[in-house]
């Protein structure tokens, strides 16, 4: 015991010294990524902090989504934001306006070797939203379909390379799943309750059929917003996967064999990598782009950026930028190993490279690049936003049979319509 | 004379303490959403202002007046409710001759009541996960399928309410007691010598005696269920599709999402007004139901 106090003591005193005489400049991070990914980001601050013995991350992983937000919002209206913050770019469009991102000077950005063209110019365009750069890309993610392999071979519907068939158009999708269905109760999980994850598959439906979320003023014109809806409804009315299914019990069902079909962002891959490695799986697992339900593949994709949060009150000294900087810098240079996330990192220089065209599984799903569809760019859209707010709110009980595919779009549109 | 002004010295310096964080923490809030209500500001910093057009709109939300109705429901749900139970169980624990039994069980009803509302909702949200919930295998058990409580329309509601009198009723139950045991036993020695039952003795006897303290349990609760947010936000967000939407959600929306201060600091405004209309009407009923005994 005393020892310890001693050491405690001890400890304190060194790193009294230590501050004086090396002078570390402390950045303090949030994120939010909790999944799969989060292991993989706490290993990217770890290599950052060994390489710089000057700057010390000091990370803190926050819920996701609206609390997240909201603490970035209130933080950095009182002056107490962190120095760097992860920020999804389909949220630009709300955040921007309201003044808590930061812009960042071309100048700052060249010093730490950031230029448009190393991005992918959609990505660089979108991170550029209000006519100032307001956050550095770091990645691409996307919708994928995790398959399990001898569930899926079995049934015939994996061809000689061993990708999945026969489950692209809504028919050949529908006798697939009704294949599945008589080897086990619930061939998909997915997590059904959850207004994100719906998103995310519905909204490449929507795209797969050709459908728009948006036309000027109007939500969900037409009927295919209610039509891609139908085809979660039925997915559940069939029982093809169950209702009400929350995040980690989707994900456990597909790890634990219970279902063979998991849809998910490519942010869980580490998840089954790990597991994989560490011969826990207990099966061959696959990533692949989603079964195509429509005429054209259509993907939804999102990105996460650093962003600088903004406060009049207490903005950002000389010192802390020039460290934050740097982390962005050293961040999108060394994103390879942000590739093992799942992601697609937003360095095109990065993606080139025979390192990451050669990465497993990722390569598997390397054509998602093509058909990829980001959220609209609107403040009603993006993560935590009102549309977000409207899935878990009116669409999720719609695909849980609560509610019809017209009644659920219906109440979606009267809310989102008041807001535009 | 010297000697009276004397002690109202050391009387308002023993209250300044209270009186300098009510003023701090509370009256100045207070004032403060007041004005806000009657700009357009956003989450921080002040807006335009703009009169009544925040309570003009309120007043034509459908959302606003669809938080209000649910939240008179959660009322409904909870208030009487938890007084009753409060009552029961505190009347079943006044019986019990062995004081250390009695003091146990009195502890066990009252320790949710001193855990975090966060810690509350995630026991329950276990509990009665549709997928892993030790609720659904009795369901199951019973021959029944499994419920997502909190997604389905019809059970939200009162699955909130079961979980929010759990979490509050040992409070309840405290305060019975307490009013149990200022009654004079000597009144139910007469009242066995007049061969009164143990209905007779409750109603002529227990109710009218303890009717101070429902009362206040009444009013308590009213107050705090109108208020209702924590456990309505962690457990269903106010879905599904707006079944459970309650004022301060409402509140919480507009302002920390939406980033409209303004019209969230008027939603707060009418609600802390229904609140003191509400407490004071109830405070009269009860007050006249107690002057008739």
Known sequence: MKNKIISFFAGIVISIYSFGASAVTEVVWWDFLGGGDGVRMKQMIDNFNEAHPDIQINATTLEWGVPFYTKVQTSAAVGEQPDIMTYHLSRFPLAVPTGVLRPISAEELASVGITADRFFPANWEAANFGGATHGVPLDIHANVMYFNAEVLGEAGLLDENGHPTLLDGVDNFMNGLAKLDEMMEFPIGFASDNGGMIWRWWYSILNMMEGDFVDGSSICPGDKCEKSLQILIDLVEKGYMPSNVDYQSAKGMFISGESAIHINGVWEVPTMVDLMRNNELGFKFGVVDMPQVGPKMATWSDSHAFAIPHSDKNPISDEKLEAVLKVMGWMSDNSLFWGTAGHIPANTEVVDSVFYKNMQPNSTYANIGENMVVDPFLPIAGVASPTYDAFSNYIAPAVNGELSAEEAIQMMRDDLEALM | ?293
């Open chain 2, 1 to 293: 004379m010297k000697k009276y002004s004397n002690s109202n010295f050391w009387g308002l310096l023993l209250a300044f303490p209270f009186i300098f964080f009510y003023v701090l923490f509370l009256l100045y809030p207070t004032i403060y959403t007041l004005l806000f209500s009657f700009t357009d500001s956003p989450l921080i910093g002040w807006g335009k202002w703009v009169g009544l057009e925040n309570y003009i709109k309120l007043f034509n939300d459908k959302l606003f007046l669809k938080s209000l109705k649910n939240t008179f429901v959660f009322v409904f749900w909870t208030v009487v409710p938890n007084t009753l139970i409060g009552l029961m169980c505190a009347m079943m624990i006044n019986r019990l001759k062995n004081p250390y039994i009695a003091a146990f069980l009195l502890a066990c009803f009252f320790i949710p009541h001193i855990l975090p509302v966060t810690v509350v909702t995630q026991v329950w949200s276990w509990m009665l996960s549709k997928q892993y919930g030790i609720i659904q295998e009795f369901l199951e058990f019973l021959g029944y399928a499994k419920i997502a409580f909190f997604k389905k329309k019809q059970f939200a509601m009162p699955a909130v309410a079961i979980v929010t009198i759990w979490w509050t009723v040992g409070f309840n139950i405290l305060l019975f007691i307490a009013g149990l045991k200022s009654i004079n036993p000597e009144i139910y020695e007469a009242s066995d010598l007049d061969g009164a039952n143990s209905w007779a003795k409750f109603r002529y006897i227990t109710w009218p005696l303890i009717w101070p303290i429902t009362a206040l349990v009444l009013t308590l609760q009213l107050i705090f269920q109108l208020k209702i947010f924590d456990q309505m936000y962690l457990l269903t967000a106010g879905g599904p599709f707006n079944s459970t939407l309650v004022v301060l959600q409402l509140v919480y929306k507009q302002g920390f999402q939406m980033n409209r201060g303004g019209y969230a600091s008027a939603i707060a405004m009418v609600l802390f007004l229904i609140i003191i209309v509400v407490s004071i009407m109830q405070y009269y009923v009860l007050r006249d139901k107690e002057k008739d005994k």
